[in-house]
């Protein structure tokens, strides 16, 4: 029996405080000025027991244990607005919120549909609960063929990692069919792990399953280690996020590039076959892991920028402001439970907002955006007309594809 | 209190299903296996009940492929002793010879409790807690979704169909066919479980010749196949009310 020893509050609190000085930059927890900045930003922050403010004074008052009571940790979407308006950058959501849900996880106080997803993640290796073997079928009929590493045997310039929904959520696979149409139309040398590949396990990291998290990185490291690649390239910012940030921590290091960046270093290359006018009032959504929490806010609006056609316009929340799509830390796996406790959507926040500059498309660049914005288009009144499409559906479109 | 639970591992039918040249049984080659929904809330139960009063779980698996894995997450969990059962457990295992081989191994552990999940979608042959119970000789109980231990007996809640439950106090030890635990199975952090694969360890114990007799034998083994049975009616709702009733008159339903 290997149950959590019940420990005294301050014991509790004190343990849990010098773990957060094991992170980057967590020693600044120490500086927290209690300013509530933090905690004025959350998009949950209004409904949550402690946000992250509220937690550091919890932990100062030795009194940790009643955070990991509350369930309202769970509604953390690990968006990084926090740590992004932090004035002493203190690292807030990777470190304090995630090492919160950690021990929230080890107490067995974790939402049903989580559960469902870590299960999942354990027993297939992806969150969706799909067949590991069928990872690559999305590949099926896309001309010329997707190469699978294990069949081709030799070196390529791409590995591309496809990631879980690029590879088996029905909306996403046609954008990882049209960046697929992209690369053939570039000449990129390209393969992808299939079957070999498994989640990245950034969400469930962030979602407090730190020991899932190093499973899936080593299987990835093994598969990866039997290639020659000169880089990896992905559409997936939290794989992006795992593979630039996470994995070297655990030896697996490899130069990283999210497929915005390296398209838009090939614009010369691209702009003469965007040769049909996509015309239409495109907003751009930027994806917590690629902007705040990776600084990739131009490359994304340059390939837009180069479709003709396109007139780019800015909502109001746009690159470090940028809103979560609700889909982060986990919360892309509790849609019920947000729900429950919020009775409001992020998703919806951001759909209206596109619908106020009068966009017709709402571009992303992450594989949660897309059923998650489509979603909130049928249930915010007249948001019906706007158009979500990943960047590489809008470039395959304007290639005539 | 000693409870033991006996589980069984299933294919995953997240996996396609593949039938061998024999015509008779799933392809072995091709077929995952997993931990027998039932048999999770069987281990929940066990490990519920250690909890709220004490005791000793012992979970029993045969060794098929994936056996290690859950063995070791039961462990994670709070089972005590981890018992892999050892012998060529092909296809052609039916629960009559299972429940055989695993009430061998029950005997000398004299348990004041047997858990074992109420079915599984790979029953053939009747499900394994009625069969054990008979080669043990004990009391049995099915659809039992709530366990209470009380003085020698333990207090159950049985679901009957139609939304009716029971509670029984049957006299132990006994056998029981969990349909729920008491809490659905908790989540085990992934950490835990790795750190079992460390600590626990799994008792190999060989059973004695598996014997089938008592179960079918498969005749042949096929996926559900396409038959043009249905008749669509089309038109106006109305219209295709009027028909549904004529047709109901027909059949003598009306």
Redesign the interface.
Known sequence: MMATVPQSSATFSKSFYASLHEISGGEKVRTCLQCGTCNGVCPFGYLMDYPPGKMIAALRAQRFERVTEADTVWMCVSCYACSQVCPVRIPLTAGLMTRAKEELLLAGNIPSELQIALENTQRYGNPLGESPRKRADWAKGVKPRVPIMSEERRPVDVLWFVGDYGSYHPRVQPVSRALANVFNALHVDFGILGAEEVSDGDSQRLAGERGLFEMLAAKNGRALSQYEFKEIVTGDPHAYNAFKNEYPRLGISYPVRHYTEFLAERLDALKPLLKHEVNARVTYHDPCYLGRANGVFEAPRQLLSAIPGVELVEMPHNRTTSLCCGGGGGGMWMDGFQWEKAHIRLSEWRVREAMKVGADILAVACPYEAPRFEDATKTVPGAGRLIVRDIAELLAEAMGD | MHIVVPVKLVPDL???LVIDPSGTALDPDTVRL?LNEFDGHAIEQAILLKERGGGHVTVLAPDLEGVDDVLYTAA?K?A?RLIKLCDSFGQAVNNHAMARAVAEVIKPLQPDLVLTGVQSHSDLDGSMGPLLAGYLGLPYVGYVAGVTIGAGHATVRKEYPGGLAAELDVVLPAVLGIQAADQ?P??V????????MK?ATIEEQTVAMLDTGGGPAVARMYKPEVAARATMLDGKPDEVADKLVALFREMGVL
Do not use: K, L, M, N
């Open positions: 997240v996996e396609e997993q994670a709070g005590d659905p908790r989540y952090a992934f950490s835990r479980i790795r750190q079992a600590t």
